[in-house]
């Protein structure tokens, strides 16, 4: 079996059809095998034999030859999936895909969204509620600053301040027990 032609859209039909082809008529061969061994068994008494020993004793193991028949059927079958599978997913997988992204891109000009343009418009919307939040004006963002020119950064006029505290004064840690009244020992 050559690999490299296996791995081409008829090598691979062609050796699924091949292992179908061969497990159906094993499949076949094991049924009829099957009712003539049941057919010979249930005519052949072993001493000790009580009446209808010998057909159930047919019937157990042809059961099992019937199980061999349907699973190799089973298998004719999954070799066929093979088939179907490296189609799907190997062979028509990147023009499935080119599809798929050709429909993307023409929802994304219907909609008119570009993405430059989202953020872009997404920058704007944070820098104005960042803007907001922090009390400072609303300032327009230039999109991309000159060669020398600097980008304004946004500095606090009091940097990790809580109210009652001075700058540069660190306020003292509080004692656990000031936040639970002191029990007396039982």
């Given at each position: ?67 061999v028949a349907r699973l190799v059927e089973k298998a004719a079958a999954e ?78 006029p009091q940097p990790f301040q809580f109210p ?23």
């Open positions: 079996m050559d690999i490299e032609a296996l791995m081409t859209q008829k090598g691979m039909r062609d050796f699924t059809d091949e292992q179908r082809q061969t497990f159906t008529t094993d499949a076949t061969q094991i049924r009829q095998l099957a009712q003539i061994i049941q057919a010979r068994l249930a005519n052949t008494q072993i001493d000790g034999d009580r009446t209808g020993s010998a057909g159930r004793r047919a019937r157990k193991v042809a059961r099992r030859l019937t199980k070799t066929e999936a093979v088939n179907a599978v490296y189609l799907r997913e190997v062979v028509e997988l990147p023009a499935r895909r080119a599809r798929e992204l050709e429909k993307k891109n023409d929802r994304r000009q219907r909609l008119g969204i570009a993405a430059a343009n989202v953020h872009d418009k997404v920058g704007k919307s944070l820098t104005t509620s960042t803007n907001t939040l922090t009390g400072m004006p609303p300032v327009q963002p230039q999109t991309q600053p000159y060669a020398g020119q600097q980008v304004p950064q946004y500095v606090s009652g505290q001075t700058a540069g004064q660190a306020a003292p840690v509080p004692h656990i027990g000031d936040f639970f009244g002191q029990q007396e020992a039982l």
